[in-house]
């Protein structure tokens, strides 16, 4: 009898898993669930997006030989090429980053045009767009030509559609809870309609609504193990875009993704990718938060409960966030721009924001997928290859250890993208009410 699997979420872990199962094992039964089509026009995944970041530019040398396997697809695979663009990437250090990303290609045996220049020669690239920027402590400049960012949404839309028609049944239902078996083994989930879809193995990649998810699934098992405790957080950031008239358009079509990287007593760094074909320039803001509420009776971060997260409903301060995105990268070259099209993202975090690819160990069945941290993405090709290898066994021991779900956690105090606002003290006045 052919294995089964239900993938909870669509986003970038749950399709590449769904991806590499169904090509692996042709007759096996795979099936995703998510609350939103994956070609609906707006959806809550992380992975929805206009565009993302596609570097391997990592201090992290792990995250460097991963992110260099999957921007190796990204350049070759006819599936993911077309959505790819080799803008070159500017990132304004403040500190050792530079050298140690030089330093990982070094070790990795890896080649690229890839270089760390002072401030007075980086300004002059690029037309000097990036002239005006904030340069305040800065050690150095990092620009990689062999980086760039993809058409998000659409790369994910092209690789999900691609999924079904190898196999892959694709089901929109909102999920209320986990069910379990009379040994506590997971044997599937139930939809807030009241279905039951069940399968051997039931993988999560549910991102921000992890925490939630388990809670209830927690509370209704009577299994407490069942929860995410403190392991993952849901974190919102704010993204923007202007649209470009034809003559800044003209300026700033060959531009490489813009990065002010900070150190944790700052915040988190900040970053202005090139436009869409549609004109689009974007940014995403400074300000990390969570959204801690009472579920269940436990004080734990999730997104608004609307359906769609209220992720188009901005409040003043964090589209300011944007604004001053804006000044820290073009100055007055920005100036006139209007803001607009803003959005929150969500996403789950973990303190030393490394992915949670692991077995739930209190739970037979079960595994976790999922904690982007806002840098997922760009892992796309290789994802579901890592995951894969989780639920066989044949995990890298690193990796392993890196991803487990019982692992020792760092204090975030070191992290510079934890999220360090709640969402409440950034509302608007009226709001609150």
Not at 105 to 110: A, D, I, N, P
Request: net charge neutral; glycine share 8%.
């Amino acid at each position: 009898m052919a294995a089964s699997y239900l993938i909870v979420g669509a986003g970038v872990f749950g399709v590449s898993t769904a991806y590499t199962l169904i090509r692996k094992y042709p007759n096996a039964s795979v099936t995703i669930i998510d609350r939103d089509a994956f070609d609906a026009e707006s959806r809550v995944a992380a992975s929805w997006d206009w565009n993302k970041v596609v570097r391997a530019d990592y201090d992290d040398i792990v995250y460097c030989r991963l992110a260099l396997e999957a921007q190796d697809i990204f350049k070759s695979d006819p599936l993911y090429q077309p959505y790819f663009h080799e803008s070159g990437i500017y990132w304004i250090c403040r500190s050792d980053y530079a050298g140690q990303v030089l330093d990982n290609y070094k070790k990795l045996g890896r080649t690229a045009d890839l270089q760390a220049l002072d401030v007075n020669e980086a300004r002059k690239l690029y037309g000097g767009i990036f002239a005006d920027a904030d340069y305040s402590g800065v050690k150095d400049v990092l620009v990689n030509r062999s980086s760039g960012w993809a058409n998000a949404g659409d790369a994910l839309v092209a690789v999900t559609r691609k999924c079904v028609e190898l196999g892959v049944k694709y089901v929109v239902a909102d999920i209320e809870s986990l069910q379990f078996d009379t040994i506590g083994a997971c044997t599937g989930v139930k939809t807030t309609k009241g279905d039951a879809h069940r399968a051997e193995k039931v993988i999560l990649s549910t991102g921000a609504f992890t925490p939630r998810l388990l809670e209830q699934a927690a509370k209704a098992s009577g299994k407490p193990d069942i929860s995410a405790g403190d392991r993952i957080v849901a974190g919102g950031i704010t993204t923007g875009m202007t649209t470009l008239d034809e003559k800044s358009y003209e300026k700033f079509a060959k531009m490489p993704v813009g990065v002010q990287g900070y150190t944790a007593s700052t915040g988190p760094f900040i970053g202005s990718l090139p436009p869409t074909r549609d004109r689009e320039l974007k940014w995403w803001g400074q300000k990390i938060f969570k959204n801690t509420q009472s579920i269940l009776g436990k004080q734990i971060s999730a997104p608004p409960s609307k359906p769609d997260y209220d992720q188009w409903k901005v409040p003043n301060k964090l589209k300011q966030d944007i604004a001053y995105a804006n000044n820290v990268f073009y100055g007055k070259n920005g100036a006139s721009w209007k803001m607009e099209k803003h959005r929150i993202c969500w996403d789950a975090f973990t303190t030393s924001s490394d992915f949670i690819i692991s077995p739930h160990t209190a739970a037979k069945g079960l595994y976790i997928a999922t904690c982007g941290s806002f840098h997922g993405y760009k892992f796309f090709p290789v994802l579901g290859k890592y995951v894969v290898q989780m639920l066989e066994g044949e995990l890298e021991p690193d990796l392993k250890e890196k991803w487990a779900w019982d692992r020792e956690r760092p204090d975030p105090k070191d992290n510079p993208d934890w999220p360090r606002w709640e969402m409440e003290d950034l509302e608007d006045e009226k709001a609150r009410l």
